[in-house]
């Protein structure tokens, strides 16, 4: 048997728990690990900025421009429609009406189609399952069912709006509402799109009507319009003299150079409106360019006023407008 010396057994004996060389590399490589477990989140998070992150800042940047680009195109458009239509007549054709009222629609489709499929695809790109969102999209369309029925109804009513030609944009209308006031809303049309109607009142107010709610329509600026002037006139007054007179206050104001445009033809007496035990009225009754009618009713009214105080008659002083109208 042969002994080994100490040295020799010392070399062979076992490594102590703890220490040595297998020791060392255990360690090493649990923190390697630990080092790669903890910058993989770091490095999934660059990888996705790298590929999706960069799509949705795509998406987001050709959304917005493609918006900005929509609302340009749709001003240039609506603008180049308004420059033709003053140039070419003293008042808008039906046709020009119609033009930019279609062109305020296109435009308003457009952002809202631009807006819904940039909300799609940037949901994808954070992996939300957009096709998951079906069901359950049903059972809240259902239940949000009475909710919605408003906007669907605005929206149709809106597209009736276009397609018929109600009104068109700078178009005098009078609308009522249902439940609303009996007076309904009059003013100028400034924007019609697929679920509103915006008017914009003699005061300057600002009415937004949804087109589901409308009731009535009525255009007092469509085709053409008339301007209907009661006049009163002292019962000692000669009927058949204060006719002629109105009668040549009328073709006078045809002939002007500023009123002959406004004026579809001569303003024309119509006759006795009314009798009373002092006075009786004398009915002009003008036809116009639509929308027209309440500044060539003013002119009348100053013009008669005028030619009556110049032959002595006098004139009471609720020298009256019956309601202009229009068709």
Not at 153 to 167: K, N, S, W
Request: glycine share 8%; hydrophobic share 45%; with cysteine.
């Amino acid at each position: 048997m042969t002994v080994l010396p100490s040295s020799a057994a010392a070399m062979v004996s076992p490594p102590v728990l703890g220490s040595g060389p297998g020791t060392t590399h255990g360690a090493v490589r649990a923190a390697a690990h630990a080092t790669v477990s903890a910058t993989a989140p770091l490095s999934d998070i660059s990888h996705w900025a790298r590929g999706s992150g960069l799509e949705v800042v795509m998406l987001l940047t050709g959304a917005l421009l493609l918006t900005r680009l929509a609302s340009w195109i749709g001003n240039r458009v609506t603008s180049r429609i308004d420059v033709q239509a003053s140039q070419d007549r003293v008042v808008r054709t039906e046709a020009a009406k119609h033009r930019h009222a279609v062109a305020q629609v296109i435009t308003w489709v457009v952002l809202v189609i631009v807006y819904c499929l940039t909300a799609v695809l940037v949901l994808q790109r954070f992996g939300v399952p957009v096709t998951g969102f079906v069901a359950p999209a049903t059972i809240v369309g259902v239940a949000l069912g009475l909710g919605a029925q408003r906007i669907v109804q605005d929206m149709l009513a809106g597209f009736f709006l276009i397609a018929e030609r109600q009104y068109g944009f700078g178009d005098l209308v009078r609308l009522y509402v249902a439940g609303g006031p009996g007076t309904g809303s009059l003013g100028t049309v400034e924007e019609v799109t697929l679920r509103i109607t915006r008017l914009r009142t003699s005061s300057g107010e600002v009415v937004t009507t949804p087109n589901g709610q409308i009731a009535q329509v009525i255009n007092l600026s469509r085709d053409w319009a008339r301007a209907v002037i009661d006049v009163p006139i002292p019962a000692s007054a000669d009927v058949t003299t204060v006719s002629d007179l109105l009668n040549r206050v009328g073709a006078e104001a045809y002939s002007d150079e500023v009123l002959h445009d406004l004026l579809l033809d001569a303003p024309s007496v119509m006759g006795v409106e009314s009798l009373d035990l002092d006075e009786y009225r004398i009915r002009v009754v003008a036809r116009t360019q639509p929308g027209r009618q309440f500044e060539v009713g003013r002119t009348l009214r100053a013009r008669v006023s005028t030619a009556l105080k110049r032959e002595g008659i006098t004139v009471p002083p609720d020298l009256d407008t019956a309601a202009p109208t229009g068709t």
